[in-house]
């Protein structure tokens, strides 16, 4: 892709704001209120930041040094669920790191590590900021699905919900539920029987202030937003092509986008079928929302996580 278009200067702005926060050596921090997935960062990075080599270096170098932070089954069963496009960068990504550190993530057969490992940088990592709170919720609760379940209902503190709500985080039902019975035994979270089913809410207490840091974090959904933002990128390698085919490419991926978008509580795409403006109205669409995303004035950073 054009590194020149706006929609590679977008993604490439977003991704150093989100890597700098958590402690490459960047200027910019647009996200310091937006609550970091890091699995899903780690696993679209290597494709959305290919045409950035230096950035690559640096997340390499990040993943070296703090690879213990990353909890190895969530990144495998989020990794399950996304196209080949996205895995297939970074699965060399991940044999790399593999390669050079004693990092547990679960990579394919036949996944190569790059032919040249690139030199290490320095980085660091300030686990005070709010940003990274998944990660200083596992630097203290340790790196498991506990952690993550209690950093979701910290997200939410006043919403009821279920094992099954808890699920896109990418632990089983069965281990969120045995968690969350954990969690009222010990007094943190309430319960109360719903029909055939319980539901969860957190405590009020003081006590998990701290942990949950300052108001007004946000915590998007970043796997359907680092989703929307790969579509984008595909829609800019259909430029070229004959006007008949880009249409139909264009409202194909404005499909995609939509309940994508419904879901990070954008506006939604334009209708496209039948639009010889196709193409030009999605690439308007898509460069707003991404340049939105990259100033961290996006809706999507308002948007709850369960719901």
Request: hydrophobic share 45%; charged share 20%.
């Given at each position: ?22 402690g490459?050596?960047?200027v ?9 997935d ?11 930041v290919?045409?950035d ?11 070296v ?8 089954s ?5 990794r ?6 996205v ?6 990504f991940?044999?790399t ?7 547990r993530w679960?990579?394919?057969?036949g996944?190569s ?7 290490l ?9 709010p ?10 609760l ?12 910290l ?5 009821w919900?279920?094992?099954s709500q ?12 045995l968690i ?11 319960a ?17 202030g ?31 092509r004959?006007?008949t085919?880009?249409?139909v ?18 506006a ?8 010889p ?5 999605a ?5 707003h929302?991404?340049?939105g ?15």
């Amino acid at each position: 892709m054009d590194s020149a278009s706006p929609i590679s200067r977008a993604t490439t702005d977003l991704l150093w704001s989100l890597w700098t926060e958590l402690g490459v050596n960047g200027v910019v921090r647009k996200h310091a209120q937006v609550i970091i997935d890091p699995e899903a960062l780690l696993l679209f990075s290597p494709l959305l930041v290919a045409s950035d080599p230096r950035l690559l270096e640096l997340i390499y170098s990040w993943s070296v040094k703090h690879h213990g932070l990353i909890a190895p089954s969530r990144l495998s069963g989020l990794r399950k669920t996304l196209p080949p496009e996205v895995t297939g960068p970074f699965d060399c990504f991940a044999a790399t790191v593999r390669a050079n550190t004693p990092a547990r993530w679960t990579i394919p057969k036949g996944a190569s590590p790059w032919s040249t490992v690139p030199a290490l940088r320095r980085v660091s990592m300030d686990l005070t900021r709010p940003a990274l709170r998944t990660l200083r919720l596992r630097a203290i609760l340790g790196v498991s699905a506990r952690a993550d379940v209690l950093g979701a209902l910290l997200s939410e503190p006043g919403e009821w919900v279920t094992a099954s709500q808890l699920t896109p985080l990418g632990y089983s039902k069965r281990a969120i539920a045995l968690i969350l019975h954990d969690l009222h035994e010990a007094r943190l979270i309430d319960a109360q029987p719903e029909k055939n089913r319980i539901t969860y809410r957190l405590a009020v207490g003081a006590e998990l202030g701290a942990l949950a840091g300052p108001p007004g974090l946000t915590n998007p959904r970043w796997l359907d937003l680092f989703s929307l933002v790969t579509l984008a990128h595909t829609l800019i390698t259909h430029q070229a092509r004959l006007p008949t085919l880009r249409r139909v490419a264009a409202h194909k991926l404005v499909e995609q986008a939509r309940p994508l978008a419904a879901r990070l509580n954008l506006a939604p795409p334009p209708k496209t079928a039948g639009d010889p403006e196709a193409f030009e109205e999605a690439l308007r669409w898509f460069i707003h929302h991404l340049e939105g995303l990259a100033s961290g004035s996006s809706p999507a950073f308002a948007a709850p996580t369960i719901r």
